[in-house]
């Protein structure tokens, strides 16, 4: 467990929400600048975007505490993500956006600990991630 970085984490959070309503159009706007491929996969609904990055904050924070169900439910939405044509790469450019979407939300008050603490784990998700998409049927394309 890494208490310094679900603290880091945690507490990046709650400045972000207190200069920022909504981190969920931040977070879009920059993978598709990272990726404008990955946007045609999308439709416009914006609660499917709000449920995706709810879930992803919910991994990491579970990352920061080695929960052992962490791996079932990564493996589930690899699956699920395969139907909708989520690469490998497009999740590095998504976990990129996301840090890119903090450290913007944060301003002046985003420190190198909260970026080492949110890199950190999402490498540590990207791992899992791509253990998954090894496994079940094949690699996914890059
Ligand atoms: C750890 C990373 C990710 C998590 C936890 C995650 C989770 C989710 C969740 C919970 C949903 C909502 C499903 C629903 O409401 O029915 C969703 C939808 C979706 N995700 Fe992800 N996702 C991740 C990464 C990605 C990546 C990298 C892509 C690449 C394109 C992607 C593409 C999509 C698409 C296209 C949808 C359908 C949403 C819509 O049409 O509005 N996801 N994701």
Not at 12 to 25: F, G, N, Q, Y
Not at 47 to 64: A, H, K, P
Not at 81 to 104: I, K, N, W
Request: charged content about 25%.
């Amino acid at each position: 467990m890494k208490l310094s970085d679900l603290l880091s984490i945690h507490e990046s959070l709650e400045l972000a929400a207190e200069r920022v309503d909504d981190l969920v159009p931040l977070v879009y706007e920059r993978f598709f600048a990272l990726r404008p491929d990955a946007r045609a996969l999308f439709g416009n609904d914006a609660l499917g975007r709000g449920r995706m990055f709810n879930e992803t904050l919910t991994m990491i924070l579970e990352c920061t505490q080695e929960v052992g169900y962490l791996e079932g439910i990564v493996e589930r939405e690899v699956g699920d993500h395969r139907e909708y044509g989520a690469t490998l790469s497009m999740y590095e450019s998504y976990f990129e956006a996301v840090v890119q979407a903090m450290q913007d939300a944060v301003g002046e008050s985003w420190t190198p600990s909260h970026e080492e603490s949110w890199r950190r784990q999402l490498k540590h998700l990207m791992s899992i991630v791509a253990r998954h998409a090894q496994i079940a049927d094949g690699p996914l394309n890059h």
